[in-house]
């Protein structure tokens, strides 16, 4: 496993769930962070504790990445003072669910925004940083929803598999120049996605709910090991295993009973 002690680790999203506990096991492994999201208290309070715990350097950057170009900026005041980015961490995104056509469509352009062009300027601009560099390590946070179309969750399950076939060809794309790259692609976890979807939990969510933690470090091993992708938890890659034996046609069919309220 890669020794990220005293380089610095981007994460996206690190106001909740996933973002703070992949800043919390980067920091464990000596990483300084830099945490960026909308929402700055969470994060002071998170950046106070690890330094505290660990010792590390934290910077919190609040930054609005669903804006156009937010990724951009983020990335030149990161260069003004002069921290070069060792591991990306792209987790920020969120999901709408419903109806298609009963969603708001601002609030699906803002979720494509987030969940696509941003993660894929983050990702341009860090990445070419790292290749000139000789070196570094994108995650990217995709979900098994990106494996199958999902009903109640069309477009969101739709951006999640352009991330997943992204990171899986900037696995390969990116080798020669030792940028290691993978995708994590998570069930329903217990985090605050749902509650900022609109869904109620379904039983099928409660059966195979994983913790945020062991998600992670599934995540941070498959990254620094050099895995191109990974599905935690058994269940999951079951679900997705089973999808091999059906038609796509009785799979959309079946996800559209599984994600009803």
């Known amino acids: 496993m890669d020794n ?4 610095w680790a981007l994460v996206t999203g690190a106001s909740s769930g996933f973002g703070m506990d992949f800043a919390t096991a980067l ?7 830099i945490l960026t999201a909308r929402r700055t208290e969470p994060m002071e309070k998170l950046a106070a504790n690890l330094r505290a715990l660990h010792g590390i350097e ?11 170009g937010a990724g951009s900026a983020l990335k030149a005041q990161l260069d003004s003072h002069g921290l070069a980015v060792d591991v990306l961490i792209n987790n920020a995104g969120f999901g709408v669910y419903g109806q298609f056509v009963d969603q708001p469509l601002g609030k699906t ?6 969940n ?5 300027e983050l ?3 860090f990445a070419a940083d790292m290749v000139k560099r000789g070196g570094g390590h994108i995650l990217l946070v995709a ?3 990106g494996y199958q179309a999902t009903p109640t969750y069309a477009a969101y399950a739709a951006s999640k598999a352009y991330v997943l076939l992204f990171g899986e060809a900037l696995h390969t794309e990116l080798a020669p120049s030792k940028v290691k790259v993978s995708v994590l692609s998570p069930g329903v976890t217990a985090t605050s996605f749902l509650a900022v979807s609109g869904q109620q939990t379904t039983p099928y969510q409660r059966l195979l709910m994983m913790q945020s933690r062991p998600v992670v470090d599934i995540g941070l091993k498959a990254l620094f090991n050099g895995t191109a992708s990974v599905i935690p938890g058994v269940g999951n890659k079951l679900t997705i295993f089973s999808n091999r034996f059906a038609p796509r046609s009785l799979q959309s069919r079946v996800a ?3 994600m009803k309220n």
Do not use: C, F, W
């Open 4 to 7: 990220i002690k005293g380089k």
């Open 27 to 33: 920091a464990e492994r000596g990483a300084n962070l």
């Open 58 to 68: 934290v910077v919190v950057e609040a930054a609005d990445l669903a804006a156009p």
């Open 109 to 114: 352009l803002e979720m494509l925004q987030l």
């Open 116 to 120: 696509v062009l941003s993660l894929t």
């Open 123 to 125: 990702t341009h601009v």
């Open 143 to 145: 979900s098994i929803g």
């Open 256 to 258: 559209y009973q599984l």
